[in-house]
């Protein structure tokens, strides 16, 4: 079964026209990448996956995204944000709070848990999943805003953990880090794809071909092209694909 | 390099001037506090009796009832101040439609200008009469054996009168810098709480915990003012000696008390160095406010859960 099924998809800002009539289905349990070049529209895809771009009032979504088989305007937006757990590129942790405390905060807010005890649990159940319990285990008191870059956003990856999603979006998590913390992120995404789907944004495309399962390239608001990432690299369908990956445009 | 170096050479005079002004303000009051340390003590800030005369010798003053005039009532100020600045706050930047939205920005803009006599004449004609008919009356005959409650309310001229006004004047300036604060929350944070599928209420209380400082700050401006605030407080205040926990209480301020007196003072052989003492007193109390909000800050940088 598919997770995700988009279909016809169409999302405006006012009047422009960003995502033009976009179908995908995407499996379970695979690392889906998404690439384009920038302003192709793959931050907004994402944020329509899961509602978020609901906060912008400009924005206008036509369409509609299942998850599993159900359709998400049919759900509270809360649940579809709770399912589609979201990392951003920035790493965002809540600087102003703890380490444990941003891990705790989604479990709290939908009441996942009704203990302390269940929500040690849970915080330390979902650090360990974004491989960071070893490194923060001994203070997880201290303040998010005092952990590296790659260590802040390996946080984000287990608040969207803590929540037990079904489908886990990233919007080009790693391009604000370093090669290391980089690669430490890519292990963990093939890791967690054998309990979750991963639908990665990225602008690099060796990261795509390095641990995506399928590849989807999207240009001008378009899908162009989908498929296998290996046959997407090794032999494209699309002049446009071809170009894009190799380096001669965008 | 050079240019920047130079710049920076430039910009010391700058601020050599702004502290040592702030250097020579302290050292006037202290001087001038001199005299009636040497005759007083510290009575003048730990006694309560207030009494010019003619004659030197009988001449006496302790500032105690100023003081704690002056807390109480600020101290009322920020505890109204605190919740309407956050909600207008909130309410401004998340939920005003565009049009209401800048005319509650430019109502609050004109509220930080007026004169404070504006506010003063205003208090004494309407909110003193107001809060004695509404407020003090109903709870002074239904509760009058909590002691906050306990004081007849005669005039309407009190601690409590002192402190809503003052409150209402010192919002503008806490709303001000808390709602540019919460205006200006980076927005990947408002995406991550909702992300966690918060609720817009969730939501508000998560970045509120994000501009603590920034409310602190605001409260702190807040403060300032009203521990400093003098015609309009004189107008409500009763400005009487009296210390009482009761809202009901007349009371004074040090600065309406300054302002009362520092006009005949030069009469008498000591008040004016009580006077100077007693202004010393606010830059006291201003230290130890911000001692406080340090420590505070300090605290929530070193949070544990
Ligand atoms: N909030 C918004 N309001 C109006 N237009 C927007 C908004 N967000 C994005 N756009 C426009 O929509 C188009 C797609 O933007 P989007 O951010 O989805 O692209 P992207 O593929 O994620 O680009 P990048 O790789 O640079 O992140 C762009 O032309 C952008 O200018
Ligand atoms: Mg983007």
């Given at each position: 079964?598919?997770?995700l099924?988009?279909?016809?998809?169409?999302?405006?800002?006012?009047?422009?026209?960003?995502i033009?009539?976009?179908?995908?289905?995407?499996?379970?349990?695979?690392?889906?990448?998404?690439?384009?070049?920038?302003?192709?529209?793959?931050?907004?895809?994402?944020?329509?996956?899961n509602?978020?771009?609901?906060?912008?009032?400009?924005?206008?979504v036509e369409?509609?995204?299942?998850?599993?088989?159900?359709?998400?305007?049919?759900?509270?937006?809360?649940?579809?944000?709770r399912?589609?757990?979201?990392?951003?590129?920035?790493?965002?942790?809540?600087?102003?709070?703890?380490?444990?405390?941003?891990?705790?905060?989604?479990?709290?807010?939908n009441?996942?848990?009704?203990n302390?005890?269940?929500?040690?649990?849970?915080?330390?159940?979902?650090?360990?999943?974004?491989?960071?319990?070893?490194?923060?285990?001994?203070?997880?008191?201290?303040?998010?805003?005092?952990?590296?870059?790659?260590?802040q956003?390996?946080?984000?990856?287990?608040?969207?953990?803590?929540?037990?999603?079904?489908?886990?979006?990233?919007?080009?998590?790693?391009?604000?880090?370093?090669?290391?913390?980089?690669?430490?992120?890519?292990?963990?995404l093939?890791?967690?794809?054998?309990?979750?789907?991963?639908?990665i944004?990225?602008h690099?495309?060796?990261?795509?071909?390095?641990?995506g399962?399928?590849?989807?390239?999207?240009?001008?608001?378009?899908?162009?092209?989908v498929?296998d990432?290996?046959?997407?690299?090794?032999?494209?369908?699309?002049?446009?694909?071809?170009?894009?990956?190799?380096?001669?445009?965008? | 390099?050079?240019?920047?170096?130079?710049?920076?050479?430039?910009?010391i005079p700058?601020s050599?001037?702004?502290?040592?002004?702030?250097?020579?303000?302290?050292?006037?009051?202290?001087?001038?506090?001199?005299?009636?340390?040497?005759?007083?003590?510290?009575?003048?800030?730990?006694?309560?009796?207030?009494?010019?005369?003619?004659?030197?010798?009988?001449?006496?003053?302790?500032?105690?009832?100023?003081?704690?005039g002056?807390?109480?009532?600020?101290?009322?100020?920020?505890?109204?101040?605190?919740?309407?600045?956050?909600?207008?706050?909130?309410?401004?930047v998340?939920?005003?439609?565009?049009?209401?939205?800048?005319?509650?920005?430019?109502?609050?803009?004109?509220?930080?200008?007026?004169?404070?006599?504006?506010y003063?004449?205003?208090?004494?004609?309407?909110?003193?009469?107001?809060?004695?008919?509404?407020l003090?009356?109903?709870?002074?005959?239904?509760f009058s054996?909590?002691?906050?409650f306990?004081?007849?309310p005669?005039?309407g001229?009190?601690?409590?009168?002192?402190?809503?006004?003052?409150?209402?004047?010192?919002t503008?300036?806490?709303?001000?810098?808390?709602?540019?604060?919460?205006?200006?929350?980076p927005?990947?944070?408002?995406?991550?709480?909702?992300?966690?599928?918060a609720?817009?209420?969730?939501?508000?209380?998560?970045l509120?915990?994000?501009?603590?400082?920034?409310?602190?700050?605001?409260?702190?401006?807040?403060?300032?003012?009203?521990?400093?605030?003098?015609v309009?407080?004189?107008?409500?205040?009763?400005?009487?000696?009296?210390?009482s926990?009761?809202?009901?209480?007349?009371?004074?301020?040090?600065?309406?008390?300054?302002?009362?007196?520092?006009?005949?003072?030069?009469?008498?052989?000591?008040?004016?160095?009580?006077?100077?003492?007693?202004g010393?007193?606010?830059?006291?109390?201003?230290?130890?406010?911000?001692?406080?909000?340090?420590r505070?800050?300090?605290?929530?940088?070193?949070?544990?859960?």
């Amino acid at each position: 079964m598919n997770s995700l099924e988009i279909i016809n998809l169409n999302v405006y800002y006012g009047n422009r026209h960003v995502i033009k009539g976009i179908n995908l289905k995407i499996p379970q349990k695979v690392v889906f990448a998404i690439i384009g070049p920038s302003g192709s529209g793959k931050s907004t895809l994402l944020r329509a996956i899961n509602r978020l771009i609901e906060l912008d009032e400009d924005a206008k979504v036509e369409g509609d995204v299942r998850l599993f088989k159900k359709s998400i305007y049919e759900m509270d937006p809360r649940e579809v944000r709770r399912r589609i757990g979201m990392v951003f590129q920035q790493p965002n942790p809540f600087p102003h709070m703890s380490i444990y405390d941003n891990v705790a905060l989604g479990p709290r807010l939908n009441k996942l848990v009704r203990n302390k005890e269940e929500l040690d649990y849970l915080v330390e159940w979902a650090l360990k999943k974004a491989a960071l319990w070893d490194e923060v285990k001994d203070r997880l008191g201290d303040l998010a805003s005092k952990l590296s870059g790659g260590q802040q956003q390996r946080l984000c990856i287990a608040r969207a953990l803590a929540l037990k999603p079904d489908v886990l979006l990233l919007d080009e998590p790693t391009s604000a880090l370093d090669p290391v913390s980089t690669a430490k992120i890519e292990n963990l995404l093939l890791e967690l794809k054998k309990s979750y789907t991963v639908v990665i944004v990225t602008h690099r495309i060796q990261q795509a071909a390095r641990i995506g399962d399928y590849t989807a390239f999207l240009l001008d608001g378009k899908l162009v092209e989908v498929g296998d990432t290996a046959q997407i690299f090794v032999n494209p369908k699309d002049r446009r694909t071809e170009a894009y990956i190799t380096g001669r445009f965008g | 390099m050079i240019i920047r170096d130079k710049f920076k050479i430039a910009l010391i005079p700058f601020s050599a001037l702004v502290f040592g002004i702030f250097a020579l303000i302290l050292i006037i009051f202290f001087a001038n506090s001199i005299q009636i340390f040497e005759k007083e003590g510290l009575a003048i800030y730990t006694t309560s009796r207030w009494l010019a005369s003619e004659d030197p010798s009988l001449e006496f003053y302790g500032v105690l009832p100023a003081i704690y005039g002056s807390l109480y009532t600020s101290g009322i100020a920020i505890l109204i101040a605190l919740p309407l600045s956050v909600a207008y706050s909130v309410f401004v930047v998340d939920y005003a439609p565009r049009r209401i939205k800048e005319w509650l920005i430019i109502a609050t803009d004109i509220m930080t200008g007026l004169p404070t006599i504006i506010y003063g004449i205003w208090g004494a004609f309407f909110l003193v009469p107001f809060v004695k008919k509404y407020l003090m009356e109903p709870l002074y005959e239904n509760f009058s054996f909590i002691p906050l409650f306990s004081y007849p309310p005669s005039t309407g001229h009190s601690f409590l009168s002192g402190g809503i006004l003052l409150g209402i004047m010192v919002t503008p300036f806490a709303a001000a810098i808390i709602r540019e604060a919460y205006r200006t929350i980076p927005y990947t944070y408002r995406e991550a709480v909702y992300a966690l599928g918060a609720t817009k209420y969730e939501a508000t209380r998560v970045l509120i915990g994000y501009i603590k400082p920034a409310i602190l700050a605001g409260l702190v401006l807040a403060f300032g003012r009203a521990i400093g605030e003098t015609v309009a407080v004189s107008l409500v205040i009763g400005n009487t000696f009296n210390i009482s926990p009761s809202l009901f209480a007349p009371g004074y301020t040090i600065s309406s008390l300054i302002a009362n007196q520092f006009g005949n003072a030069f009469i008498y052989e000591h008040m004016v160095s009580a006077l100077f003492a007693a202004g010393l007193s606010l830059s006291f109390i201003g230290l130890a406010v911000n001692l406080l909000v340090f420590r505070m800050l300090r605290r929530w940088e070193h949070a544990r859960s």
